[in-house]
């Protein structure tokens, strides 16, 4: 069977979204409406379905994802030429929420999993209770001046060492010095959560000692860590300080490398859930198809994070609409338009997103692409709010106070537990982070392009080749494959790893 030209998302949406380009002139069939493009419709962006005045709400996802700018005729290309956002500063909001069964709290006809059996996978479990998926060792450090000296430690030691934990990995940064309030505050958030990460085994932190972002406080900030598998000292009291992290390295490898794997349940698992360099496809395909994983693993009593507040900008009602309380919904509110006041303060509109990349994909409005981004959490109720740098406590599906920058974000969800990220993406992005990046692709172009880049292709959904239960069942095997380390994602392969701090403030 030929592949359709376009593809209508919801009942009463009037675009659909080109499956393939899409000539001038063509006469094509979409769900029953046949539809002529008046102009070459690209892959991935919107062709009107049926004609609009200037001012009509433009629908996708069976929402409004903007107004009409000008005229639009049925088999218009519809972009930034002739639709425009509807998004201002901060709103005011009332709690309505969903029944449970709107929700989807039980989706899954077995909530045990396919065949009745609880779904394993071999971890690392730590002493306080959480499960990591790798036992590596990080070698950290309080401030940017020694960010070499922790590099040249971690390299040597990884040689070293090789095969006896399962990476040894050192995180640069420029922070820790001539920074105030919120930003030495994030820095040392981030620091604190990385200190405490489940799948860390072990931890050499470097300093300096002349920085504001002393060791002293950032371990107090990491709370009840193992001290047993820490080591940390400042530069400045060392003759030499590679011979002494080498030699802290070498104690720590002692300790660590007699950590085994043991089965544990799914709900041990906490996921990042996070898109970058998203196209048309992204919410058809690999955003809806986390959102499955989202509403198979909390149904499991698993862990998801959601996170990118900017890109919940126009479709925060449909999150807000599931929080399991009024206090969650409050704390919803509070973090988006929080965070809409901080857009305002540095005197920038809230709506300066899709990024020029996005667009060239076919995402035309943050409401659009917001309505794509959010399909990542599923139906899955909204358990809790977290701020930047919190660290998670308790199951369910939970929102991440962070910005949308891909570095800044994947990285906050790793502070606050994520022991594997689901990355998708439709442009592309060898990005990755401390903790296993699995990427997702929304179309089979750039998987095949970029394999070494690409862990699964939900793209096979508009090829025909799968269906969306096939592939969820594929990538939750292969969720459980990574977390037990039977494979690597291509990040690991690779040696894509790094982290982002958030700068909101004054540097000295």
Not at 238 to 249: F, K, M, P, R, S
Not at 274 to 296: M, Q, V
Not at 441 to 469: C, Q, V, Y
Request: aromatic content about 6%.
């Amino acid at each position: 069977m030929s592949r359709p030209a376009a593809i209508r998302i919801a009942d009463g949406d009037n675009v659909a979204v080109a499956l393939r380009l899409i000539a001038a002139g063509e006469r094509i069939s979409i769900a029953g409406d046949d539809v002529t493009a008046r102009q070459e419709i690209p892959v991935g962006h919107k062709i009107a379905l049926a004609g609009l005045e200037p001012e009509q709400a433009v629908i996708k996802y069976g929402v409004p994802i903007g107004l009409a700018s000008a005229p639009i005729a049925a088999g218009d290309w519809v972009h930034s030429h002739n639709l425009r956002t509807s998004l201002a500063g901060t709103l005011e909001y009332q709690y309505s929420p969903m029944s449970k069964l709107e929700m989807g709290s039980a989706l899954h006809e077995n909530a045990a999993g396919r065949g009745g059996t609880i779904p394993t996978f071999m971890g690392y479990r730590r002493t306080n209770g959480k499960v990591g998926t790798r036992n590596e060792l990080w070698v950290l450090n309080t401030v940017g001046c020694v960010n070499h000296a922790a590099e040249r430690i971690a390299k040597q030691a990884a040689e070293r060492y090789a095969g006896q934990v399962d990476g040894i990995h050192a995180f640069a940064h420029p922070y820790g010095c001539s920074q105030l309030g919120d930003d030495l505050q994030n820095t040392q958030a981030v620091l604190a959560g990385l200190i405490r990460h489940p799948n860390a085994g072990g931890v050499l932190i470097l300093g300096l000692g002349c920085e504001n972002n002393q060791l002293n406080e950032l371990m107090r900030l990491a709370g009840d860590v193992d001290a047993s598998r820490i080591a940390f000292f400042n530069t400045q009291d060392v003759i030499d300080e590679l011979e002494e992290g080498t030699g802290a390295v070498a104690r720590l490898v002692e300790r660590v490398s007699q950590d085994r794997r043991v089965a544990c349940p799914a709900s041990d698992l906490v996921l990042g859930h996070k898109c970058g360099g998203s196209d048309g496809f992204s919410g058809i395909t690999a955003n809806a198809l986390l959102g499955r994983i989202a509403d198979r693993l909390t149904s499991l009593g698993g862990s998801v994070l959601l996170t990118e507040v900017p890109e919940m900008f126009g479709a925060e009602r449909q999150l807000m609409s599931r929080a399991t309380s009024a206090a969650v919904f409050g704390d919803v509110v509070q973090m988006v338009n929080d965070f809409k006041e901080y857009f305002l303060r540095h005197h920038q509109p809230v709506f300066e997103n899709p990024s020029p990349g996005n667009k060239a994909g076919g995402l035309t409005t943050l409401e659009e692409k917001s309505l794509g981004a959010i399909q990542k959490g599923g139906r899955a109720p909204v358990s809790r709010v977290l701020r930047y740098g919190q660290a998670l406590n308790g199951a369910g599906l939970s929102l991440l106070e962070s910005p949308g920058n891909d570095g800044v974000s994947s990285t906050a969800m790793v502070v606050s537990g994520a022991t594997v990220l689901l990355f998708t993406t439709g442009r592309g992005t060898p990005l990755g982070f401390p903790v296993p990046t699995i990427k997702v692709s929304s179309n089979t172009d750039i998987a095949t392009r970029k394999p070494h880049w690409i862990d699964f292709n939900a793209g096979e959904l508009l090829d025909g080749t799968k269906p969306m239960a096939q592939l969820e069942d594929d990538l939750f095997a292969l969720i459980l494959a990574v977390a037990s380390g039977e494979r690597l994602a291509n990040n690991e392969k690779n040696g894509y790893r790094e982290i982002a701090i958030w700068k909101e403030g004054v540097t000295l």
